[in-house]
């Protein structure tokens, strides 16, 4: 089987190195590849790091009657989702030096904002490079967990 694999390999290795690499090298996709990396070093400091605060209000999901008798449970969206609840939660993490995970998590919807409007969608993907700058790219400022499967 390996025998197989190995010979099925031939042809399209010698494409690529021949034909395909050489012209990618050149190409306009290869600079812009380049710019994007040298973004990446160095790494940004967390205080470059700018979040804009959710923008929705917690009394349009829940009445205010239910917030004021204390019956609301509160959710990781509500917390994410709503600007008095994401400040007043950074807050006691930060007193905790644990704002990584929300930061993180905040980024994301940012970025998923973008990606899903056609009018933003390139900034979205300039975005994406932030996350990873931010909290992905190991030694980042905000770096958070991954699995080695991710990480590869």
Same mark, same amino acid.
């Given at each position: 089987? &390996?025998?197989?694999? *190995? $010979?099925?390999?031939?042809?399209? #290795?010698?494409?690529?190195?021949? @034909?395909?690499?050489?012209?990618? /090298? ?34 349009? &999901?829940?009445?205010? *009657? $239910?917030?004021?008798?204390?019956? #609301?449970?509160?959710?990781?969206? @509500?917390?994410?989702?709503?600007? /008095? ?45 932030? #996350?990873y700058k931010f909290f ?12 080695h499967t991710h990480l590869?």
């Open positions: 089987m &390996r025998q197989v694999f *190995a $010979e099925c390999l031939v042809d399209p #290795v010698t494409t690529i190195k021949k @034909d395909i690499l050489p012209r990618f /090298i050149v190409s306009e996709d290869c600079r812009n590849m380049k710019a994007l990396l040298a973004a990446l070093d160095p790494l940004p400091c967390a205080n470059m790091l700018k979040l804009s605060r959710p923008t929705h209000i917690i009394y349009t &999901r829940y009445s205010l *009657a $239910e917030l004021e008798q204390n019956k #609301v449970q509160f959710t990781l969206d @509500d917390l994410c989702d709503d600007r /008095i609840l994401y400040t007043e939660f950074m807050r006691y993490l930060e007193q905790r030096v644990s704002t990584e995970n929300l930061k993180c998590v905040r980024a994301v919807r940012i970025f998923q904002e973008l990606i899903q409007d056609p009018a933003s969608h390139a900034a979205g993907v300039e975005y994406a490079h932030t #996350v992905v790219c190991p030694g980042s400022a905000y770096n958070v967990s991954l699995s590869k």
